[in-house]
């Protein structure tokens, strides 16, 4: 049964940076694209962005709120998924998911990490 | 890119069949047949209910169903159960490689 676990979320001050993981498992990783969404305190869900399979080009894509602060890298050896989060603002306080993205629908979700950006 | 619409609550009673919808425009819902459902209860991660606007992932029942007309999408619930009470969110591929999620709808079992 594939399995995503999110680590790596915390609080920090705005202007700061934080790395989240996303542990995979169950399935072949390196096969699968991978997405982070994300889900501000009792507001909807938001697409943060996407990694494709090294096959496949290894590209990312991204939100325009986020793009040029965050980046998502993976590394296939470790089954690991990670966000690099730069230039964090109070607005992307939120839980983070992790989540295999398959043509027309995101498939198997974390259970998400919690970033907090205040001072 | 904006979110999807969708209405902030429908509610139904045990038995019946609600449909909350899901509009977009032209530029992602109406272009791509690349539209998703999600289920999400308090607390808990989202689970994918449709995909590709009316197939259903392993394990999802069958009172679930989703349809596209142009620019709007639609979920529809049968026989509404319950266990069904939740929040339900809309997604659909945007182009250049973006997604773009719906507003939410809370569904409430009277």
């Known amino acids: 049964e594939a399995q995503l676990v999110e680590s790596g979320g915390g609080l920090v001050k705005p202007g700061g940076s934080l790395r989240l993981s996303c542990a995979a498992s169950?399935?072949?990783?390196?096969?699968?694209?991978m997405s982070w969404v994300r889900q501000a305190p009792g507001k909807g869900l938001e697409w943060v962005g996407r990694?494709?399979?090294?096959?496949?080009?290894?590209?990312?894509d991204y939100a325009a709120p986020v793009k040029g602060r965050f980046t998502i890298s993976r590394d296939d050896s470790k089954n690991t998924l990670y966000l690099q989060m730069n230039s964090l603002r109070t607005e992307d306080t939120a839980v983070y998911y992790c989540?295999?993205?398959?043509?027309?629908?995101?498939?198997?979700w974390g259970q998400g990490t919690m970033v907090t950006v205040s001072s | 890119q904006s979110a999807l619409t969708q209405p902030a609550s429908v509610s139904g009673s045990p038995g019946q069949s609600i449909t909350i919808s899901c509009t977009g425009t032209?530029?992602?819902?109406?272009?791509?047949?690349?539209v998703s459902w999600y289920q999400q209860h308090p607390g808990k991660a989202p689970k994918l209910m449709i995909y590709e606007v009316n197939k259903w992932p392993s394990g999802v029942s069958n009172r679930f169903s989703g349809s596209k007309s142009g620019n709007t999408a639609a979920l529809t619930i049968s026989g509404l159960q319950a266990e069904d009470e939740a929040d339900y969110y809309c997604?659909?591929?945007?182009?250049?490689?973006?997604?773009?999620f719906g507003t939410g709808t809370k569904v409430t079992v009277l």
């Open positions: 032209s530029s992602d819902v109406g272009s791509y047949n690349l």
């Open positions: 989540t295999i993205t398959r043509p027309g629908g995101f498939d198997v």
């Open positions: 169950g399935f072949t990783f390196s096969n699968a694209w």
């Open positions: 990694i494709k399979s090294k096959s496949d080009g290894g590209t990312t």
């Open positions: 997604c659909s591929y945007a182009g250049s490689s973006t997604y773009v």
